[in-house]
């Protein structure tokens, strides 16, 4: 079942006295399902936040259609399934977390046992139990943002929609909500966040997104997405004296650890050839690590593509 869908979405702004125009999506297309970790991924400024605002009934598209749970945006029942964290959440100050948790448990009608359960296990799970009475104009900006988190699950949404949901977070508020995302999609539900950080899209995401300046570049799982292309090999090797200066000799060799020494080979047969060296040296072979294309690197190149056909399709000179 599609949980959302997004047909040719489009969003022009009119900027300034002159009303001039900003195209901030250009007709994107994608669809996230039931029960899976949708990353939506792109840099600042990309047009991801738009399209999140656009899907939670906050602004309206300039052409397309997109939908959740099979209803137009906006439907007042779709949205009672949403749980929703923007990008930077703004609450009542003078609340405390409870008070928040019981108006935003109140919205969704739940009963007041409900709200105090609901409330107190939420807290729990992001950290903010020693906070949970003070007032929410003394949190810090990562205290803040697991709030957020809180008060988007209070209503036990089907689907969870975060925007920059890590934003203001250390290492680990990072990954205790990495482990609150895996642990809803466990429970069944489905998770659509944004982010530029790709190391936690690696981690949890089933499939992504990846847009620039507006355009829709990829869709679909990271290991389709990503070159099955090994990039290079690096080998930790160690041997003993009489063969240890001529396999040193070798240019590939380029380091030394407390484990080995390092060897870096070009490719899959180039790193066979060495091993096979080793071997006949009386050597041994402590480690064998491929290296492939990573989400940094296609992120990298997606963005040097789109900016070289920029320049191509404007006619500025290369530099």
Known sequence: MQVLKVDDLQKTFMRGLLRRKTTALHGITFAVEQGEVFGFLGPNGAGKTTAIKILMGLIFPTGGRA??????????????????????????????????????????????????????????????????????????KGMLQRAG????????????????????????????????????RRRGKTVFFSTHILSDASMLCDRVAIIFRGRLHDVGPLGSLLSPKVYGVDIVWQAPEPSLERLRAFPGVHASTSEGHVYGAADVAEGNRFIAEVLAGQGVVLQVVQHRQTLEQLFVHEATRHQAGHIEASGEPRT
């Open 67 to 140: 939908s959740v749970f099979g209803a137009p945006i906006g439907d007042l029942r779709a949205k009672a399934r949403v749980g929703y964290l923007p990008e930077n959440p703004y609450f009542y100050d003078y609340l405390s977390l409870v008070e928040l948790l019981h108006m935003v448990g109140r919205i969704h009608g739940l009963d007041a046992r409900t709200r105090r359960t609901r409330a107190s296990a939420l807290i729990e799970q992001v950290g903010l139990a020693h906070a949970a009475k003070r007032p929410l104009r003394s949190y810090s």
């Open 149 to 184: 988190l809180a008060q988007a699950l209070m209503g036990d949404p089907d689907l969870v929609v975060l925007d920059e949901p890590m934003s203001g977070l250390d290492p680990l508020g990072r990954k205790e909500v990495r482990d609150l995302m895996v642990e809803l």
